[in-house]
């Protein structure tokens, strides 16, 4: 089954507590992104990698990291949460096949709430 | 900064009727474009995507797409109460194949 997994689903932490949010799929897709979802300001892209060992910057990458060492994994990690981080994060992944079959997933959702 | 606009609704359709849903972006060289259905509480699901001009259509989903007026719609036929959920737009940056912009999503009512 096609899938794409997140970890934790839900975290409480206090500001400046590093933490890591890991995602992971199976269906060995090249592109994956990170987004954070808010009341009112929709889907946000945080990260994206096109392939392994290349990631860039989306429309709000501040205070975020990612690593893609691996083809299956994309983790998401704040080094120094702030409470302006709360939201819910998704984790996707994509692939365009041949006459543009476009495929993408996302991954369950992790609510993060920093305190 | 590039822009992709929704009614934010609520849409409310009768059961059976024709829903439409209707997105406007601003970057004009955008080449991709998708429609996600999402359920409150549950992760985004694509369910439409189009690259060129006109329709395409997927049973009871039309995708329509008019890049002289950056315009994109889905029309949604025969309408059922499985299909009240937010509806969100997006459009693919042109400067990279990984960079997508999302509208804030129109939510839809199908009310029996």
């Known amino acids: 089954e096609a899938q794409v997994t997140q970890n934790p689903r839900y975290l409480i932490t206090v500001t400046g507590k590093k933490l890591t949010v890991t995602c992971s799929q199976n269906?060995?897709?090249?592109?994956m992104s990170w987004y954070r979802q808010d009341p009112g300001l929709g889907l946000r892209q945080i990260y994206y990698?096109?392939?392994?060992?290349?990631?860039d910057k989306g429309d709000v990458p501040e205070g975020y990291k990612v690593s893609r060492k691996e083809k299956r994994n994309f983790p998401l990690i704040l080094e120094s949460p702030s409470p302006n981080q709360t939201s819910l994060y998704f984790c996707a992944s994509r692939s365009l096949g041949p006459l543009y079959q476009e495929t993408q997933y996302f991954g369950p959702g992790t609510r993060l709430l920093v305190l | 900064q590039k822009e992709v606009e929704q009614n934010s609704g609520p849409l409310s359709v009768p059961e059976g009727a024709i829903a439409s849903l209707n997105c406007t972006y601003s970057d004009r060289v955008s080449q991709s474009f998708f429609w996600y259905r999402q359920y409150s509480g549950k992760s985004p699901e694509l369910i439409m995507s189009i690259y060129s001009n006109g329709d395409k259509e997927d049973g009871r989903f039309t995708a329509q797409l008019n890049k002289a007026s950056q315009y994109v719609s889905l029309l949604i036929r025969d309408s059922q109460p499985s299909d009240s959920a937010t509806y969100l737009c997006a459009v693919n940056d042109d400067s990279s194949a990984s960079k997508i912009i999302f509208g804030s999503g129109t939510r839809l009512s199908i009310r029996p």
């Open positions: 269906m060995n897709h090249e592109y």
């Open positions: 990698s096109m392939n392994v060992e290349v990631t």
